[in-house]
């Protein structure tokens, strides 16, 4: 049966994807997005209603209007240093905003939603692979959040108020094939984009931080999946949480991890062109190594990443952002 589905947070990145493949599968996304990070052109596969989430009256509309079966959330302050500088900003928006989607749902007796966590919330590992048990112990704002809206969705849950699905996220990465959609942030701070901006000779050499890592190149090692594996993710969780009910919380990843120096080479074989880079020192806050245990994912969702392999990660941003680095870019 079809569903409709307020996506919030679905003119960004991730929940833009999220729409695409919702209604690739004949369901409806109702997009509910401030605007401000998201792009009015991302929507294109549902209804936009231009509200912030903080908005309980806005809500009350849209629930009434749209009757939405599920509730898919990425709506959230993402960028890690800004979390560092404005973390009361980050907890009135991840945190009060969170709760405003909650007592929403209460009130308009809507139980399922679908939560964008992040491996963030684990913080520095102490075991790898990741699993969903090892200890949640953040060091940074941006996973504080993170972990405190998880811990309001496991107290509702034992409540009797709502079904959730945390799906904790290692690096989304990656655009649609299609080039319609993909990923850009301002400022842009992630490792893929980044690299492909210097690869096209836009800004000076990129920043690589920190070739002292205990790792097998001296670089961070992180675990990239593909921003269309992960929507797909989104829909088996929405899947089984209709099915069974019951609350989880589970990684979305690939289980490998590649280094920051790989991605770098895997950048200048699909641009044709060397990556110019400086060498510089760690960047604060981040863990040498991350990557998931996919078994709970794999096992009980039945996921199973098709376009994370990175040469086709970096090959699909490239499509995304190669016509927009004009006029450098070829
Ligand atoms: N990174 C880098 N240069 C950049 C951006 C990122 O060397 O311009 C490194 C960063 O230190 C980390 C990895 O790339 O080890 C992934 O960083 P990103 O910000 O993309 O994602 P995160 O893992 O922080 O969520």
Same mark, same amino acid.
């Given at each position: 049966?079809?569903?409709?589905?307020?996506?919030?947070?679905?003119?960004?990145?991730?929940?833009?994807?999220?729409?695409?493949?919702?209604?690739?599968?004949?369901?409806?996304?109702?997009?509910?997005?401030?605007?401000?990070?998201?792009?009015?052109?991302?929507?294109?596969?549902?209804?936009?209603?231009?509200?912030?989430?903080?908005?309980?009256?806005?809500?009350?509309?849209?629930?009434?209007?749209?009757?939405?079966?599920?509730?898919?959330?990425?709506?959230?302050?993402?960028?890690?240093?800004?979390?560092?500088?404005?973390?009361?900003?980050?907890?009135?928006?991840?945190?009060?905003?969170?709760?405003?989607?909650? !007592?929403?749902?209460?009130?308009?007796?809507?139980?399922?939603?679908?939560?964008?966590?992040?491996?963030?919330?684990?913080?520095?590992?102490?075991?790898?692979?990741?699993?969903?048990?090892?200890?949640?112990?953040?060091?940074?704002?941006?996973?504080?959040?993170?972990?405190?809206?998880?811990?309001?969705?496991?107290?509702?849950?034992?409540?009797?108020?709502?079904?959730?699905?945390?799906?904790?996220?290692?690096?989304?990465?990656?655009?649609?094939?299609?080039?319609?959609?993909?990923?850009?942030?301002?400022?842009?701070?992630?490792?893929?984009?980044?690299?492909?901006?210097?690869?096209?000779?836009?800004?000076?050499?990129?920043?690589?931080?920190?070739?002292?890592?205990?790792?097998?190149?001296? !670089?961070?090692?992180?675990?990239?999946?593909?921003?269309?594996?992960?929507?797909?993710?989104?829909?088996?969780?929405?899947?089984?949480? !209709?099915?069974?009910?019951?609350?989880?919380?589970?990684?979305?990843?690939?289980?490998?991890?590649?280094?920051?120096?790989?991605?770098?080479?895997?950048?200048?074989?699909?641009?044709?062109?060397?990556?110019?880079?400086?060498?510089?020192?760690?960047?604060?806050?981040?863990?040498?190594?991350?990557?998931?245990?996919?078994?709970?994912?794999?096992?009980?969702?039945?996921?199973?990443?098709?376009?994370?392999?990175?040469?086709?990660?970096?090959?699909?941003?490239?499509?995304?952002?190669?016509?927009?680095?004009?006029?450098?870019?070829?």
């Amino acid at each position: 049966m079809a569903k409709t589905v307020l996506v919030l947070g679905g003119a960004g990145y991730i929940g833009a994807h999220a729409a695409k493949a919702l209604a690739g599968r004949g369901d409806l996304p109702v997009v509910l997005d401030n605007l401000s990070s998201g792009r009015r052109d991302f929507v294109r596969w549902g209804p936009l209603v231009e509200a912030d989430i903080r908005d309980g009256a806005a809500f009350d509309a849209v629930f009434k209007t749209y009757r939405p079966d599920a509730v898919m959330h990425f709506a959230a302050s993402i960028e890690v240093g800004i979390g560092e500088r404005k973390p009361i900003e980050f907890w009135n928006n991840n945190v009060a905003g969170s709760l405003s989607v909650l !007592s929403a749902m209460q009130r308009n007796r809507c139980r399922s939603i679908v939560f964008s966590s992040t491996c963030a919330v684990y913080g520095t590992p102490s075991l790898l692979p990741l699993r969903e048990n090892h200890p949640r112990r953040p060091i940074n704002t941006y996973g504080q959040t993170k972990l405190a809206v998880e811990c309001a969705l496991e107290d509702a849950a034992r409540g009797g108020i709502i079904d959730f699905a945390a799906l904790r996220y290692f690096n989304a990465s990656g655009a649609s094939p299609d080039g319609d959609i993909g990923e850009e942030h301002e400022p842009e701070t992630h490792l893929i984009p980044n690299a492909l901006k210097a690869a096209a000779g836009i800004g000076g050499p990129m920043q690589v931080f920190g070739t002292d890592y205990a790792t097998r190149d001296g !670089s961070c090692v992180r675990d990239f999946i593909h921003v269309d594996d992960l929507a797909a993710g989104h829909l088996l969780a929405l899947d089984r949480l !209709s099915e069974t009910g019951e609350s989880f919380a589970c990684n979305l990843g690939t289980g490998r991890g590649v280094t920051v120096l790989e991605v770098l080479d895997a950048v200048e074989a699909v641009v044709g062109r060397p990556v110019p880079r400086k060498l510089s020192g760690r960047r604060p806050g981040d863990a040498p190594e991350l990557y998931a245990d996919v078994g709970f994912a794999r096992d009980h969702l039945g996921f199973r990443p098709r376009s994370s392999a990175i040469g086709q990660v970096v090959q699909d941003a490239w499509r995304y952002h190669a016509p927009r680095f004009t006029p450098v870019a070829a």
